[in-house]
């Protein structure tokens, strides 16, 4: 059973390019979060989603940043427009769902660098 | 607002015990997990606590204490590979998202 599965792994985009970041969840779990971590400091939140809904994206910025988690496929995140204050880890990590679950699974994460 | 406190880094040395305590002020609360990182790379899930008392899974034990709002991880008998950032995460209700703590750096030294 293969982890969480994000990619890329590092992305490079120059301001104003639009970043696409995939987070394919482990098999049989239907919960997504997305979180931001930029360098010495803890993870913050951003968008929690399942499949074809967003259940709590209290962490997005207002502009620029969108996600989904379509029926079939990867959870998308994308950032439009990036700016330099961008470049951070972005962490996926999935969970079953059902409410028993106390462990959230993480992936390796994307390292996006703004030029 | 909502906010966890950790110490930002501990040193010990190889075969010592460690306590990392995190105290917490959040709107709602389900549960305290403990997460591990090393250089950066996926956190990894070390334990969970929802209610008062303490968890044992093998060297690693962890605390929570509801009144007071504060945890702790104990890590027993450490091993240089312990060397890693140590995170507390509240979650506030089940199954939602998990409010992290900015994080331990311990630094475990021969």
């Known amino acids: 059973n293969a982890g969480v599965m994000q990619n890329p792994r590092h992305l490079v985009r120059r301001r104003g390019q639009e970043a696409r970041l995939r987070c394919s969840p482990m098999?049989?779990?239907?919960?997504v979060y997305w979180y931001r971590q930029l360098p010495e400091e803890g993870l913050k939140f951003m968008v929690y989603?399942?499949?074809?809904?967003?259940?709590?994206e209290s962490g997005m910025p207002k502009e620029r940043f969108s996600a989904e988690f379509p029926k079939e496929g990867p959870s998308i995140l994308r950032i439009q427009q990036v700016v330099r204050g961008d470049s951070a880890a972005y962490f996926c990590?999935?969970?079953?769902?059902?409410?028993?679950?106390?462990?959230?699974?993480f992936g390796q994460g994307t390292r996006l660098t703004v030029v | 607002g909502q906010s966890l406190e950790q110490p930002s880094e501990v040193t010990a040395v190889e075969g010592a015990i460690v306590q990392i305590n995190c105290t917490y002020q959040?709107?709602?609360?389900?549960?305290l997990s403990w997460y591990q990182q090393h250089d950066g790379g996926a956190p990894t899930f070390l334990s969970y606590n929802a209610l008062d008392g303490l968890e044992e899974t093998g060297r690693f034990s962890s605390f929570l204490s509801r009144s007071d709002s504060y945890g702790y991880l104990l890590l027993q008998e450490l091993q240089m590979k312990d060397s890693a950032s140590y995170f507390c995460?509240?979650?506030?209700?089940?199954?939602?998202?998990?409010?992290f703590g900015q994080g331990t750096e311990l630094s475990v030294k021969p």
């Open positions: 990590a999935s969970s079953p769902g059902g409410g028993e679950e106390t462990e959230a699974f």
């Open positions: 989603l399942q499949k074809e809904n967003i259940i709590d």
């Open positions: 995460a509240v979650e506030r209700n089940q199954g939602g998202k998990l409010i």
């Open positions: 098999k049989g779990h239907s919960h």
């Open positions: 959040t709107s709602g609360f389900y549960g």
